[in-house]
């Protein structure tokens, strides 16, 4: 019994726990402000250009927290990162509408953290965008996809990623065994970076299992091939037996 009152505390403790990392208003949409939270390393008040990755959580554009990667936040700014979660507007559940609203946000908060760089002690040319799941097609789109830019935003400060790191992402948003068709329908061209690999797009890493049922090794496969079709580093990793989100 002891045992699991123990357990059922750390995962209480757990879920109350917010996002490490200082927090920033990014931007105030209708009244609500949305908020990304930085973790920075030690520099011994040494300034510093360090490279830096801004997060995206999953949940399926509709549900999910900014706590997501809190371990790799902590983890990479102890490597020397500026590591970033960001908090963004989330589909109703009860509609069909597209992720218009989740990828203008992504953009906006890329567009922040590049035009506050040098605060925050980030090199703007080495910003990377990562993400799980949802997440993950967020953070393949500030680099890969171009507009549905957020009314407001300073469009000559770049949104794109520099580079991506990507877990088991809904990059493919296409009839051909994609994710998300039944939100983005006809107008998949828009919304997924599978759709929209060019020569200008940044590398990327992928780590998939072998055992999502939402995102087939195949898709993967074909977003990893398309990449390097065109020029762009691409690296695929497999987990094996690993299922959606591991």
Not at 97 to 113: F, G, L, N, Q, Y
Not at 173 to 196: I, L
Not at 197 to 209: K, M, R, T, V
Request: charged share 20%; glycine share 12%.
């Amino acid at each position: 019994m002891r045992t699991l009152l123990l357990v059922l505390t750390l995962a209480l403790t757990a879920q109350a726990a917010g996002p490490v990392g200082d927090k920033h208003v990014y931007k105030t949409v209708d009244g609500r402000e949305l908020s990304l939270y930085v973790v920075s390393p030690e520099t011994n008040g040494k300034p510093q250009m360090a490279p830096a990755v801004v997060f995206y959580h999953g949940g399926g554009w509709t549900g999910g927290q900014p706590t997501q990667f809190n371990d790799w936040a902590t983890h990479l700014a102890s490597r020397g990162m500026v590591a970033i979660q960001v908090q963004y507007r989330l589909l109703d559940k009860s509609t069909k509408d597209p992720p218009t609203i989740c990828v203008e946000d992504a953009k906006s908060a890329m567009r922040w953290v590049r035009s506050h760089a040098q605060e925050l002690g980030i090199d703007p040319n080495r910003i990377a965008a990562g993400g799980g799941s949802a997440g993950g097609h967020l953070a393949a789109f500030v680099g890969m996809v171009e507009g549905h830019d957020a009314d407001g935003d300073d469009k000559n400060v770049s949104a794109k990623a520099n580079a991506l790191l990507l877990f088991n992402p809904v990059f493919d948003n296409g009839p051909d065994g994609g994710w998300g068709t039944a939100r983005v329908g006809d107008r998949y061209p828009e919304f997924s970076p599978a759709h929209n690999i060019s020569a200008d797009d940044p590398p990327a890493i992928i780590f998939l299992g072998t055992s999502d049922k939402l995102i087939d090794v195949a898709v993967g496969e074909r977003f990893r091939d398309g990449m390097k079709k065109v020029g762009v580093r691409c690296e695929l990793q497999l987990f094996e037996d690993q299922p959606h989100g591991f």
